[in-house]
């Protein structure tokens, strides 16, 4: 018989020892963050980034990355799995670094979004103020006992709010999270569970229904919002459906047939063409932290990599510890 069920649930609970080493791995890679933030200036490129985030994790003790790390800046932030990292970075651009270490075969993994010249514009700090409000809500909402799925309802709850509020989507915020208008610019899940691997085991359902949050269990909340910046407009079809009619979905037909299924429910829907201001196209920001459940309510594991725009602008402001040659 196959033990991976027995071990995928052994593994979702970490052990002290565990959970020592993994807070240690979050401690190593909030330091390379920070640092990054200090370092980063319009004309270097992101690879240069790339190897200081590396290097102190190294230096601190890290002997390898937890997963590859995406340096992304202005228009790259908008790619969800940037590897490249080979950009020349610019004066008012974006740069979206998702990066962790790994540390004693436990995995960190933090997104921070900052501005290259140390400070945000006023179309990248409304989008910014809109992912941290919806990821702060989505981390109030862990604790013991509390279904894992209401962590991505709070947070896509607060980010339809915003993108409502800057007339980015076309209904109002009841109609539009009926309608999952939020998916055009906020495309993947808000975590998953972290460990051994960045991505790690463990189901995030039990006989059909979302599972209850444990102590022991770690995971991220990783919000975002992205823009294409050759994107117009979007089209937003008038049609409501739940998140659990779609799993049933691809659960009962498969993944291929139930994308075929609903592209001709979209076909058949009526639809509107909304606008995308230009100032908004380009701004790329997602925010990620790594949560432990505890048996009070939560930890979070990356608190050290600074994440609030007054924090973000002191440190970008600070002189880097490293030289830039």
Not at 45 to 52: F, K, R, S, T
Not at 90 to 117: H, K, M, W
Not at 162 to 169: F, K, N, R, T, Y
Not at 235 to 251: D, G, N, V
Request: aromatic share 8%; net charge negative.
């Amino acid at each position: 018989e196959d033990p991976s069920p027995i071990l995928h649930e052994l593994r979702l609970r970490k052990l002290p020892e565990e959970l020592a080493r993994q807070r240690r791995a979050c401690e190593i890679s909030a330091e390379g963050h920070t640092e990054a933030m200090r370092f980063t200036r319009p004309g270097l490129m992101e690879y240069q980034v790339q190897a200081v985030l590396e290097y102190v994790f190294r230096m601190n003790g890290s002997r390898r990355n937890a997963y590859p790390s995406i340096v992304g800046s202005g228009p790259n932030a908008c790619i969800l799995h940037y590897l490249e990292n080979n950009r020349r970075m610019e004066d008012g651009d974006l740069l979206l670094i998702d990066a962790g270490c790994e540390y004693g075969y436990q995995a960190s993994d933090i997104t921070r979004t900052f501005p290259v010249n140390g400070r945000f514009t006023a179309p990248q700090r409304a989008i910014y103020e809109i992912v941290l409000r919806a990821q702060l809500a989505g981390i109030a909402a862990t604790r013991p006992g509390q279904r894992y799925e209401a962590i991505h309802d709070a947070a896509r709850r607060v980010l339809t709010e915003g993108l409502v509020a800057l007339g980015l989507l076309p209904c109002g915020v009841e109609e539009s999270l009926a309608m999952h208008h939020y998916r055009e610019f906020y495309m993947h899940g808000t975590g998953h569970w972290l460990g051994m691997d960045v991505h790690d085991v463990g189901d995030y359902r039990i006989r059909g229904s979302s599972r209850e949050l444990e102590p022991g269990m770690v995971f991220t909340v990783e919000p975002g919002l992205y823009f294409d910046p050759a994107r117009e407009s979007a089209t937003f079809y008038l049609r409501e459906f739940s998140e659990q009619e779609m799993l049933e979905r691809r659960l009962r037909l498969g993944a291929t047939a139930a994308r075929r299924l609903d592209e001709e429910e979209k076909a058949k829907a009526e639809k509107i063409v909304h606008p995308i201001p230009r100032e908004f196209r380009g701004i790329g920001v997602r925010i990620e932290d790594d949560i432990l459940i505890t048996a009070e309510g939560h930890d979070v594991l990356t608190v050290g990599a600074p994440k609030t725009i007054d924090e973000v602008e002191r440190i970008c402001a600070e002189a880097p510890r490293l030289p830039r040659w």
